[in-house]
């Protein structure tokens, strides 16, 4: 079997390495190719997953590249993991939009949009030479903002699925609440990419006993302060909301704290910096602890467990990934992509059904879904009027003063990024 990493050279990649040494025996790799056009990076990391591979034993070989072409040839699956602009892009779209009393993020929000049209054009670039090289190839996407650039892969026909760690991570910490192993904790877990809810915790698989109550009245205190929400909202409202729930929940609140301390961008850049000194070191032969910080927690494990699905091996037959909705959710398009559970193969990923969706949650999923749709429209066709119209659309921006001046602020920041600027 051989898999592709596109954007090879991030610091993020030490951790897929070690999961896919670790889980050999799930996905039997015998070639990883990691590709990437930063050439200095990519020597680092490459040596580094080098020495982990044969620290853990792992017989495959690792490959690396600066050629998308030679990368992608024969791939089984390719793995997309981008960041167009590097993290001084990232720093504009975490800071600008913060002058109009708006979140500042790179996911959501106008940063999130502003991050979305330098991607989009890019995936499917390189999609379309994935295609043209090797039509049979699974494209994973782990590229944010992952619910718009995998809606804007399957619209062009891609084979693709979007993949988070967001629901991996409530997985592992339940099964650690609970005291029991992840795989017997099937979420409950509805949404957008970013904008999802865990609306039940099962023990054992679909039908299992539903173990949410339990959690909320024993550990509902460590779960409040880890999405840094208030507890009393946790049981009024009976769910567990990803936290990127906050930038909804607690907008006002959120953006005095951005206006207050160093951006994640900043504090991820000088994290970056040590991490590349640690990684050309010929003595590491293991990812550092520092990398836990760096964020991505289990997407290892994630993105292990979903190649194995599509490519026929040992996955899990129940995963949370980002596909076409087709009706799961019947107050949203047909086109739009959802984060659910599905069931996943060699035909790709279909999802579960899921119990009617209260409208506190179903109104914020379609006002968000309806944002997505202007969004990619932008990315896809550029232009003013309709980036004005994204922004306006987005219920972290709405009023049009915001989204005129936003606009101005984020074709400023992204012209060399944006051909129709």
């Not at 897929?16 to 040494?21: E, N």
Request: aromatic share 6%; glycine share 10%.
């Amino acid at each position: 079997m051989k898999l592709t990493v596109v954007g090879g050279g991030s610091t993020y990649t030490p951790e897929l390495i070690d999961g896919f040494a670790r889980l050999r025996d799930t996905l039997p790799i015998e070639e990883l190719v990691l590709v990437d056009p930063a050439a200095d990076r990519l020597d680092l990391v490459g040596g580094l997953a080098r020495r982990i591979f044969a620290r853990q034993g792992h017989p495959g070989r690792v490959v690396t590249t600066p050629h998308l072409e030679e990368g992608i040839e024969g791939a089984d699956a390719v793995l997309l993991q981008l960041r167009v602009g590097g993290q001084a892009a990232r720093q504009q779209d975490e800071t600008w939009p913060l002058d109009c009393g708006c979140v500042g993020q790179e996911t959501t929000g106008a940063g999130g949009l502003a991050k979305a049209l330098r991607t989009v054009p890019v995936v499917l670039d390189i999609a379309e030479r994935v295609r043209r090289t090797n039509p049979d190839a699974w494209i994973i996407d782990f590229t944010n903002p992952v619910g718009i650039v995998t809606r804007a892969l399957l619209q062009a026909g891609h084979k693709a699925v979007g993949l988070c760690n967001v629901a991996i991570g409530f997985q592992r910490k339940f099964a650690g609440m609970l005291g029991v192993t992840p795989g017997e904790i099937h979420l409950e877990h509805v949404g957008l990419n970013h904008l999802t809810w865990e609306t039940g915790v099962r023990l054992g698989g679909p039908e299992g006993e539903d173990v949410l109550p339990k959690l909320l009245a024993e550990y509902g205190d460590p779960i409040a302060a880890d999405l840094h929400l208030p507890r009393p909202l946790l049981d009024r409202l009976g769910v567990v909301p990803s936290y990127y729930l906050r930038y909804y929940y607690a907008h006002d609140e959120v953006v005095r704290e951005l206006r207050t301390k160093p951006s994640r961008a900043a504090e991820v850049a000088a994290m970056e910096r040590r991490l590349l000194e640690m990684y050309a070191d010929p003595a590491l032969d293991e990812k550092p602890e520092l990398l836990a910080e760096r964020g991505g927690a289990y997407y290892s494990e994630a993105a292990v467990d979903l190649a194995a699905g599509l490519l026929g091996g040992g996955g899990s037959p129940y995963q949370v990934v980002n596909t076409y909705n087709r009706g799961t959710l019947p107050f949203l398009p047909d086109d739009a992509v959802i984060e659910v559970q599905a069931a996943v193969g060699h035909q790709g990923a279909t999802p579960l059904s899921v119990p009617a969706v209260d409208p506190l949650y179903a109104g914020l999923m379609a006002q968000v879904t309806a944002y997505e749709e202007l969004a990619l429209q932008a990315a896809l066709r550029g232009g003013r009027d309709r980036v004005f119209r994204a922004l306006l659309a987005h219920p972290l921006i709405g009023q049009y003063e915001y989204a005129q001046t936003l606009t101005d602020q984020l074709i400023s920041h992204n012209r060399e990024h944006l051909a129709w600027a």
